[in-house]
């Protein structure tokens, strides 16, 4: 969505800032495919979304009313190709969807479902039409470009080596052992890359800038203490925040949501004389790094939002146990925390068997788990893998494999760098092969995409049990994990944050590491995918915090070295703009700005100011003094307290 249409929808009655948001995240996935249309004298705003991306002619159209999500968007399609039959099998299916997303942002989901139900149609129209009927041009004349490729006159190829019609990865039988096998080394080659060739992208929903509320879903077995470690990690302060906590598997059935903090290590909190103690932080450290905080330095707290799922349990993709839902409910996550039994006393379905005994193995647990993950995207994919092929017989640069991903957060430009991650050829190119893949190749490609979609980290739970020692220092020698490894026992942590003891727990004392704890593990799984923070002053020379030091609800009113809080930090999703952090500074939970922008000062390395321009890309660790039409809040306390002097 471009800055014109913001601006209007701004002045609309329809004003809201998850609307904005949502309209960003349709941008960022469907691209050019999105068509916003609001303005003074455009109410309700319009939706309009590309059903087929390689036909520019038909749409479907959503009109937002004012009490949305309250109120579900009004629904129509579009084109050329709407006629009554083609509308009603669409808007049936969208109908269908709403009802189970009745008073929730449902845009992103509506245009997903809509653009797969458009192209499911194409295809058994494709299908469906007969060699003794072609479809006439608009003369008369038969159009031989109109009749499916299998019928035409000539043609006299056997269905059974057309790999449109019979797809390489269809014809191949492969028990359950083998595929589990593929499945391994595949994640085990895409962990490696990962480890070694991070990607520089901010590989997510909603990449196209604006605020950053950066969310780490929590997945693991039952009862490996997922619900313990999202107590320890949010502090709620009753019971009607806490999730519920139980010595039996399945204790979490809706996913329980809240918010906790990483650590945010800057060389604005750290002066030149405790910099020297710090590992890999020098003086000369101008960007912030999300890092592992340790016992010599916390850093200053950045608001997490932390999602805990239901346990899995081995075959939950294909319906065991609690099946594949909650897998469904990890798909706005940012990262993801495998929170594993260290102590290895529960079975794989979180059977509990005691201190004394070794029910599991916690370097395999993690590798189920991720096969548990990587085979439900795989199994959807493989289930609309014919339609994918045969569409291509038509079609040789069809986006329905791309399209495939969205509903996992994906956007196309994470699919096209897993591809080549995986070694296959660059898109559009590799559409041409897809017929010919082999479950191998499916396979790579999968793991590509859940490890660049997903970073991900192991937290190695119950670490106070005596097993978890020997267990731990196992799955750190194990050399086909590349994950990062963060011991950490929830419990305690959740026992202390309980009675306000605080402090560092018996178990951190045994290990002995800098890096131990929940606040470490989601500070890692932050790092992973680093998003962009700005320090906004009220002046260049004091550099002061422009409003809080953080969003976060327990942010220490000083910095480590008892010393005020420099710059007031504002976590951005990379490639967001001058004028939309502006935005976002105006808006909660910030909320320390107000009016109009009119100008923008960086500081630079030598000590200098430089006007920025609206539309400039802000950089990682940029401190910058906003100038607006109005005096921002802090200006408003300070005239304020002045006059109270007076």
């Known amino acids: 969505m471009d800055a014109v249409a913001k601006r209007g929808l701004q002045n609309t009655a329809a004003d809201d800032v998850e609307l904005l948001e949502e309209f960003d995240a349709l941008t960022a996935i469907f691209a050019e495919d999105v068509e916003v249309h609001a303005g003074d004298n455009v109410f309700p705003p319009v939706v309009r979304v590309r059903l087929k991306s390689d036909d520019s002619s038909d749409f479907l159209r959503a009109e937002i009313p004012c009490d949305y999500p309250t109120a579900p968007p009004r629904l129509d399609v579009e084109g050329p190709s709407a006629g009554p039959a083609f509308c009603n099998r669409i808007l049936g299916v969208l109908n269908n969807e709403l009802r189970d ?40 004349v038969h159009d031989p470009s109109s009749i499916d490729d299998d019928n035409e006159i000539g043609d006299d190829r056997d269905d059974g080596d057309d790999l449109f019609a019979n797809p390489a990865l269809l014809s191949e039988t492969l028990t359950d052992q083998e595929e589990d096998a593929m499945a391994r080394e595949a994640l085990e080659r895409a962990a490696a890359a990962f480890s070694t060739n991070p990607p520089s992208e901010f590989y997510a929903r909603g990449n196209s800038g604006g605020r950053c509320d950066f969310t ?33 598997p399945f204790t979490t059935i809706d996913p329980n949501i809240g918010v ?128 994918i092929c045969r569409r291509l017989r038509h079609r040789p640069h069809d986006d329905k494999f ?37 479950a ?61 003891s605080g402090g560092v727990n018996a178990a951190h004392r045994q290990f002995g590491v800098e890096a131990f704890g929940v606040r470490a593990a989601l500070s890692t799984a932050v790092s992973l995918r680093e998003p962009t923070i700005i320090f906004v002053v009220s002046d260049h020379d004091t550099q002061h915090a422009a409003g809080a030091p953080t969003p976060a609800s327990r942010c220490p009113p000083q910095a480590p070295d008892g010393s005020p809080w420099l710059g007031s930090a504002v976590m951005l999703i990379p490639g967001t703009t001058t004028e939309n952090a502006f935005k976002v500074c105006c808006r909660p939970p910030y909320n320390f700005l107000d009016g109009e922008l009119v100008r923008a000062e960086e500081s630079t390395s030598d000590g200098k100011r430089r006007v920025m321009a609206r539309d400039e890309i802000l950089r990682n660790g940029s401190v910058i003094r906003f100038a607006s039409t109005k005096k921002s809040r802090w200006q408003q306390q300070q005239q304020h307290r002045q006059t109270m002097a007076e």
């Open 216 to 248: 780490v879903g929590l997945v693991g077995k039952p009862s490996a203490g997922k619900s313990t470690f999202f107590n320890a990690a949010t502090e709620p302060t009753s019971e009607a925040e806490e999730a519920k906590v139980a010595a039996y």
């Open 440 to 500: 191998r190749d499916l396979h790579a490609v999968v793991a590509q995409v859940v490890h660049l979609r997903f970073p991900i980290v192991a937290a190695c739970n119950k670490c106070d049990i005596a097993s978890a020692s020997t267990h731990l220092a196992a799955l750190r020698e194990d050399p086909s994990l590349h994950y990062p490894t963060i011991p950490c026992c929830a419990l305690e942590e959740w026992t202390a944050v309980k009675s306000k």
């Open 101 to 140: 997303l009745a008073g929730i942002p449902c845009l992103f989901q509506l245009a997903s479902v809509a653009r797969e139900a458009a192209l499911e149609e194409g295809a058994d129209d494709d299908m469906a039409s007969p060699a003794s009927a072609p479809a006439p041009s608009i003369d008369g």
């Open 402 to 438: 791309l399209l495939c991903f969205t509903g996992y957060g994906c956007s196309g430009d994470l699919v096209k760098a897993a591809l080549l991650r995986a070694g296959m050829p660059r898109w559009p190119k590799a559409a041409e092969q897809l017929p010919s893949w082999t």
């Open 260 to 387: 906790g903090q990483c650590a945010l290590r800057t060389s604005l909190d750290i002066s030149s004389s405790r910099s020297s103690s710090i590992p890999n932080e020098g003086a000369s450290a101008g960007v912030p790094r999300l890092a592992v905080p340790s016992k010599r330095f916390h850093g200053r707290p950045m608001p997490v939002i932390i999602k805990d799922v239901a346990g899995l349990v081995p075959g939950a993709c294909k319906g065991k146990g609690k099946g594949n839902q909650f897998l469904n409910d990890l798909c706005d996550a940012h990262a993801l925390i495998v929170v594993i039994d260290a102590s290895g006393t529960a079975t794989n379905d979180g059977v509990s068997v005691g201190s004394d005994e070794s029910a599991s193995n916690p370097s395999e647990d993690i590798k189920w788990l991720l096969v548990e993950v990587h085979m439900w995207i795989y199994g959807n994919l493989l289930a609309k893998w014919a339609t």
